[in-house]
């Protein structure tokens, strides 16, 4: 990996000016935008604040959603927003019976459970590293979306970890992206603005959560006929 992109990745801006938000900022808003609408969904969970604990890795690991299935070299699956680890359904059965097929949640996603760290990227990849200490490294790793994001900043620390790496539909920040989302994209990227806001975006969602994440599926999800850049 080239100094360039290394630096790109670990020297993200962490403020707005002028209508701009930086990637980072970003990926923080999401992941506790999410975190807060998970915890609405029941209200009997508290709703753990992301970003104001000491990073524990070994804590964190074990909060990892996972499961195991087939026989092999083993793949780690990588879910990104807004799905969890039940994103890989269909692909696993057609690969199990070569590999061991292992799909995890990000923290604060689907089933795991809440990051207590700052939820930036570099956090998520020492998650991550922890994580696979008990699997046999190095290991297959496929990472979609956010969890795209997430798997470049853990190769980046610890490449030693991957046996090879697969990054599907994600611009990486310092990379492909550029160091800004500019507000007039913000039919494609109008979340990230939104989760960025402490507390609103769970209050709003509670009880609609459905309506929420069912709006990526219907306008976001693959489907014939439809443009894939919308």
């Known amino acids: 990996m080239s100094q360039q992109a290394t630096k790109g990745l670990s020297n993200r801006e962490t403020g707005s000016v002028g209508g701009k938000v930086s990637e980072r900022q970003a990926m923080v808003g999401a992941i506790a935008g999410v975190a807060g609408a998970t915890a609405a969904r029941d209200r009997a969970t508290p709703a753990a604040p992301t970003g104001g604990g000491v990073l524990e890795t070994a804590v964190e690991a074990r909060k990892i959603a996972f499961d195991r299935i087939g026989h092999g070299e083993k793949v780690l699956l990588i879910s990104g927003f807004p799905q969890t680890r039940r994103s890989w359904n269909r692909i696993i059965p057609h690969l199990s019976p070569r590999f061991e097929m292992i799909p995890a949640d990000l923290p604060s996603f689907g089933d795991s459970g809440f990051l207590a760290a700052p939820a930036t990227t570099e956090n998520v990849g020492k998650v991550f590293h922890a994580f696979v200490g008990d699997l046999a490294t190095p290991l297959h790793v496929v ?13 980046l620390q610890s490449p030693q ?6 990054l599907i539909d994600a611009g990486i920040p310092g990379v492909t992206l550029t160091d800004d989302i500019q507000l007039s994209d913000y039919k494609r990227k109008w979340n990230f603005i939104f989760q960025m806001l402490p507390d609103l975006p769970a209050e709003l969602t509670r009880g609609k959560e459905d309506v929420y994440v069912g ?14 850049s919308g």
């Open 215 to 228: 709006w990526w599926f219907k306008n976001k999800g693959l489907s014939a006929g439809r443009d894939p």
């Open 161 to 166: 970890d991957f046996r090879s790496l697969t």
């Open 143 to 155: 990472a979609h979306d956010f969890g795209a994001w997430c798997a470049y900043s853990w190769a």
